[in-house]
């Protein structure tokens, strides 16, 4: 019985060595590709970037970013900046320790508008609103200033609005004791053992108490900025840009409340699987331009970057920053001339065809793709989400789709998801490596238990 003992854990051992260390590896790659990707490459001469004209007769908005070592959310951060200066009723503007390129995640650089101490001395007092997007909290001493500022700043006289995980950076910042939150709900079990003194609320899509104002994962943003709006401004103002983004649940605006809220299923399991059993990743362009849309932007690099399915690069026609629609200063980490091979290369925004026609005719001019997608021009009065979803479930699988539908908090029947029933390459790796595993453990077990079993069977009988 004891031998059969140690054969079993020799057997779970060997599995758990081979399957675990591989999903422990394509995690770390991860993370490195998408929550992790900070710039490497030479900072371009900065000489030209713009920031909007401050008009004092305006509240403000100052939409956070942490220091360069560690990325933030892009959409978090993209979604209430585009929001924000659709209606040209604030200063909006982007805010970190210092005005070095800041990252975003998926590997989208953007050059601040003010430092903290720049904006402070501009505006003389705190701002209106501070949007505090998901800032992954690695470095405590160089997100320290960070926190200090948001701290600085929490008075009652500014609103604080939390986009998605940005909530845990509200709590860090002791914001939220007491009070009741929202935040994605993959976050949530955690925020529960790690903030016990918030009450994590699992079934709305956004909750306002006091000074601050958090949402749940990140669509729930766009309803608790559209609340804030229309609380500020009017509803009507508020139904008028959800109407011009496209959004198809505006009734959570007015009330937050769902029927089923999302928990840990089978397509998170895909979702892990495919960061370590994924092997041969997409290498995937987007094409930055001026004058582009930060929200059909934005929807690239989640709808694809995190899957642990595809490798999304930035790619421009010069160095140079590119002012973008709404007078944000982006950067792109490869040229035209440069670009790597790439499986497909994305062009993004309605008017595409359009405002990047020269930016198009130099990257087909270099002919360095399998496949190059205007995805938003054919059907520019569309959600920008909903295209990019599509597309991945034809490049990829349902459940890697229907997991990133999810993760996004759409609840809406605006998508048509085509492809695969499932990822057979990643659960093809999977059986793989669990076949060489039990090979390997069987080898051990042949070799140094079985045989010195036979071998002692042998004298007890001799």
Not at 235 to 255: C, D, G, L, W
Request: hydrophobic share 40%; with cysteine.
């Amino acid at each position: 019985m004891k031998r059969l003992v140690v054969r079993l854990a020799v057997y779970v051992l060997i599995f758990a060595v081979f399957v675990g260390g591989i999903e422990w590896y394509g995690f770390n790659r991860h993370q490195k590709d998408f929550y992790l990707n900070v710039r490497h490459e030479p900072v371009p001469s900065l000489q030209g970037v713009k920031v909007p004209q401050y008009n004092p007769h305006k509240p403000t908005v100052a939409v956070v970013m942490a220091d360069s070592s560690i990325p933030t959310e892009d959409f978090d951060f993209l979604i209430p900046y585009t929001l924000f200066s659709m209606m040209n009723a604030y200063n909006v503007y982007a805010v970190a320790p210092d005005k070095n390129i800041k990252s975003l995640s998926g590997g989208l650089n953007v050059v601040p508008h003010y430092s903290y101490k720049e904006l402070d001395q501009l505006l003389g007092k705190s701002p209106d609103i501070v949007v505090v997007p998901y800032m992954p909290i690695v470095d405590e001493k160089k997100y320290q200033p960070t926190r200090e500022w948001i701290q600085k700043h929490s008075n009652e006289k500014t609103t604080f609005l939390s986009i998605c995980g940005g909530s845990e950076n509200l709590a860090d910042a002791g914001l939220l004791k007491g009070k009741s939150a929202a935040s994605h709900w993959q976050a949530i079990p955690g925020l529960k053992k790690q903030y016990p003194d918030t009450h994590w609320v699992e079934d709305v899509r956004y909750v306002q108490e006091g000074n601050t104002l958090t949402t749940a994962g990140q669509s729930a943003g766009i309803d608790g900025v559209l609340h804030l709006i229309a609380q500020q401004l009017g509803e009507p103002m508020a139904a008028k840009i959800s109407k011009e983004i496209n959004y198809p649940s505006y009734h959570f605006v007015q009330n937050p409340k769902v029927d089923q809220p999302f928990y840990v299923d089978i397509k998170f399991a895909t979702y892990w699987l495919n960061l370590g059993f994924h092997w041969n990743k997409k290498q995937m362009g987007v094409l930055l331009y001026k004058g582009m849309e930060e929200l059909a932007l934005s929807s690239i690099f989640d709808s694809y970057g995190d899957t642990g399915t595809t490798q999304v690069l930035t790619i421009s026609n010069s160095d140079a920053p590119i002012t973008t629609k709404h007078h944000l200063n982006i950067v792109a980490r490869h040229q035209i001339s440069n670009a790597p091979k790439l499986d497909k290369m994305i062009i993004p925004g309605g008017d595409a065809k359009s405002l990047a026609a020269t930016d198009v005719r130099l990257w087909n001019e270099k002919a360095n793709a399998k496949e190059t997608l205007l995805i938003h021009s054919d059907s520019p009065k569309r959600y920008v989400f909903e295209a990019p979803l599509e597309d991945l479930a034809k490049q990829e699988d349902l459940l890697t789709a229907k997991h990133a539908v999810k993760r996004f908090e759409y609840r809406s029947n605006g998508i048509q998801l085509e492809g695969k029933p499932f990822p057979l390459e990643t659960y093809g790796n999977v059986l793989l490596t669990g076949l060489l595993a039990f090979l390997v453990a069987f080898c051990i077990d042949r070799r140094f238990i079985m045989k010195k079993t036979i071998f002692k069977s042998y004298k007890q009988i001799s």
